[in-house]
């Protein structure tokens, strides 16, 4: 690829990397020759001072807009273009789908984005890196190097592995640790113009290319975890450009429809500026950015294989419009152990959903509910877990059929798939003209489908051989963390003092604060923020874990942690347990808690009339 970045001499050889011996694996195959070197020359510091990285993403997910490449790459300047493909879900999907096809296992887009796009990189002189090659990043790599031969592009394709744990964890369908970025910037530092990873962290996709034009050392922790902030915020696209915001109704919905995906203008000594594209739809201000901020995350201690990132730290100032600045991010040494992302097949699961309409509606659940479970205990196969939940969604003296009707949600699980399909089909479609007045059901039960667990469990960095195979077939090992440093639980900070006394309002929550909510395995986190200084001070003495189990009753028996980051004014709350076994479990109504924090700011509470 041609290269229109300033400090790069086109054709340069390729220089070594400091510290990392090449070595042959016994048994790999030879790698390819050496490709054509039109393209840019390694990605690694200049003389100078180094120029700011601008560096995009084009997808937060397997399942993104397809034609955010493309958007990407023609509407504006970037240094490096990322793309994020990979959730704990997803890696679950590819492992089913490698069971199917072993040469499969990455993620297939990225391969018809690329045929579209490819051309375009290479006349702009933009480099990718992508975590698409999920289970399968080798062969990820190969396929894209076929591409380029079929368009005839010159294009240097290196990838990473040494993720696949698999093999010590046999119950596992797919056992990933989380890689860090240094492959990544070991595969650019040696001139590669696409590099394709499987399980990495999101931030690794921003440290890696970071590390790797800034010339950055192992131990620069501050600017190490400057990137890692900036990584975080890109990862999930949309989300920091006014997608899925608490507060999208203060803007006009036109400008939010089609928002952009952001960029990142990184500087050498960590600091960055959150951005997008000039005329592109969204908004980029302190409050999306907070709110990619909170996502995914816990405690004030952002951990990862490179560094750990002081979320305590992090300032935010707006430094013009749909520009965000974030300075002060403080590092730590990253800790000695790497998470490993375990899924597994659970076992096999179904639901049917019955409709009640009318009146009696509680005395309907009952019946159908004694009568259900009755027949189940008759055919002597009752399943292993079974779960029920009455949503009601009827209203009284109702306008149309639908808005008078509730929804009586039954889901089984079982290691024998007959156990949650011919049996309890069959049971509940026999209860049709014997059951409660105006019974039907949504769709009749199916066969049952299996479901996914996953789990996380850590290694030391040392268990791992982290890989970086480059563009010309050597195989570089990288080193593991220089330096370490156990995670350890930190003190609450003080707390502002508490408004003066006042009126109140009973209102709902949403009013003053906004939030944003997901899931790490089987646990939740409910970050929850505000704008002002004063509605600060009545936050963070408000919302204490009681008053949030008091909001959220279904969170009432399990373990809440609060986390206070005063910087963001903000809260972020960890609720164990509230997803079961994770997303692939489906364990609840919203499996991935999107909506946990929307339900929280529609909950109502005494609320200072000022701050209304």
């Not at 490819?118 to 396929?143: C, M, T, W, Y």
Request: hydrophobic share 40%.
């Amino acid at each position: 690829m041609t290269d229109s970045t300033p400090g790069r001499v086109p054709g340069a050889t390729p220089r070594s990397v400091p510290g990392a011996t090449p070595r042959s694996v016994p048994g790999a195959a030879a790698g390819p020759e050496p490709g054509p070197t039109t393209g840019p020359a390694p990605l690694s510091a200049p003389a100078s001072a180094p120029h700011p990285l601008r560096i995009g993403n084009a997808s937060g997910f397997y399942g993104d807009r397809f034609d955010a490449m493309r958007e990407m790459l023609s509407g504006g300047p970037l240094d490096v273009l990322t793309g994020d493909y990979l959730a704990e879900l997803t890696m679950l999907i590819l492992g089913r789908d490698r069971l199917k096809n072993p040469a499969g296992g990455y993620a297939r887009t990225f391969l018809r984005q690329l045929e579209e796009c490819l051309g375009l990189a290479h006349e702009k002189g933009v480099r990718i890196v992508a975590n698409a090659g999920g289970l399968n990043p080798a062969g990820l790599a190969d396929a894209v190097r076929e591409l380029a031969q079929r368009l005839g592009i010159p294009a240097r394709v290196a990838h990473v592995e040494g993720d696949d744990l698999t093999a010590r964890h046999p119950k596992s369908l797919a056992a990933h640790a989380y890689l860090g970025g240094e492959g990544i910037a070991t595969c650019l530092r040696e001139g590669a113009d696409i590099v394709v990873t499987g399980r990495v962290t999101d931030a690794a996709l921003v440290t890696g290319p970071a590390a790797a034009h800034f010339g950055w050392a192992p131990d620069a922790y501050d600017r190490l975890a400057g990137a890692v902030v900036a990584g975080h915020v890109l990862e999930c696209g949309t989300q920091a450009t006014g997608g899925n915001y608490a507060f999208f109704a203060e803007h006009d919905p036109a400008r939010l429809h089609h928002p952009g995906f952001p960029v990142a203008e990184l500087h050498e000594d960590g600091t960055s500026v959150i951005t997008k594209h000039d005329g592109t739809g969204g908004v980029v201000d302190l409050g999306t950015v907070t709110a990619q901020l909170l996502y995914e995350t816990s405690g004030a201690r952002y951990a990862g294989p490179d560094v750990t990132a002081r979320l305590d730290s992090v300032r935010l100032t707006q430094e013009g419009p749909d520009r965000v600045r974030i300075d002060g991010v403080h590092g730590e040494a990253p800790p000695p152990t790497l998470k490993v992302g375990l899924n597994r097949l659970g076992g096999f699961r179904n639901e049917v959903v019955f409709v009640l309409a009318g009146l009696d509606i509680e005395k309907k659940a009952a019946f159908a509910r004694v009568q259900l479970e009755t027949a189940l205990m008759a055919a002597k196969s009752r399943p292993a877990d079974m779960r029920w939940e009455l949503a009601r969604t009827d209203h009284p003296d109702a306008p149309t059929e639908e808005t008078a009707s509730a929804l009586l949600r039954l889901v089984v699980r079982d290691p024998d798939q007959d156990a949650v399909g011919r049996t309890l089909s069959g049971a509940a479609v026999e209860l049709a003209l014997g059951s409660y007045p105006g019974f039907h059901v949504m769709a009749p039960p199916g066969k049952g489908s299996p479901y996914g667990v996953f789990e996380d469990v850590y290694v030391p960095h040392g268990d791992v051989d982290h890989m970086a195979v480059l563009h010309d077939g050597r195989r570089v090992h990288v080193t593991s963390a220089h330096g370490t440093r156990v995670l350890e639980p930190l003190e609450e900070p003080p707390l502002p003092e508490p408004p003066p006394l006042g009126s109140t309002r009973r209102a709902p929550l949403g009013l003053v604060a906004g939030a944003r909510s997901g899931d790490k395995g089987g646990n939740a986190n409910v970050g929850v923020w505000v704008r002002t200084d004063h509605a600060w001070r009545w936050l963070a003495h408000t919302l204490t874990t009681d008053r949030f189990r008091e909001l959220l009753p279904e969170t009432a028996d399990l373990t809440v942690v609060r986390h206070v980051l005063p910087n963001l004014r903000a809260l972020n709350f960890v609720v164990e347990g509230v997803l079961g076994e994770g997303v692939a479990a489906q364990h609840r109504f919203d499996p991935q808690a999107k909506a946990l924090g929307e339900w929280l700011r529609s909950r109502h509470l005494d609320i200072p009339e000022v701050l209304l």
